[in-house]
């Protein structure tokens, strides 16, 4: 359904350590560009740059970034690779009920202010 989710920056070094260490997690391996760094999937591409208009980066009210995860494992080793990489705590790892099935998931906020999370199936107890 997505080519691609671009998400701006004012710091792309402070970006691509937090996104390198976050889409690490996932298996996603960054590619340095000129003004940021690209996550490129088969399904799609996530790129983390500063804005083409040169204005800097403001966050948008109300956006989340969701990405796929694993299993419960990968979505804890994200959310702890992204608070040592500069992010903050917008939701500790568990069970939402709100979400459709009560997914396993956690949210973070990126250097810039960007919402971002990661979900994976409720499959049963978390170990």
């Known amino acids: 359904m997505f ?7 004012n710091d792309i070094e402070k970006s691509r350590a937090f996104y390198d260490a976050t889409m690490g997690k996932l298996g996603h391996a960054g590619h340095p560009l000129p003004h940021g760094t690209v996550y490129p999937t088969e399904q799609g591409s996530l790129i983390v740059a500063k804005p083409a208009n040169g204005e800097e980066a403001t966050v948008s009210n109300g956006h989340t970034l969701g990405l796929k995860a694993a299993d419960y494992a990968t979505v804890d080793a994200w959310h702890e690779a992204g608070l ?13 009920e709100t979400s ?6 956690a949210y973070l906020r990126d250097p810039d202010g960007n919402k971002i999370c990661v979900f994976t199936p409720n499959v049963g107890p978390k170990a």
């Open 3 to 9: 080519n691609h989710v671009f998400l701006g920056t």
């Open 84 to 96: 040592a990489a500069g992010g903050t705590c917008e939701g500790q790892p568990g069970f939402r």
């Open 100 to 105: 459709p099935g009560n997914m396993y998931g």
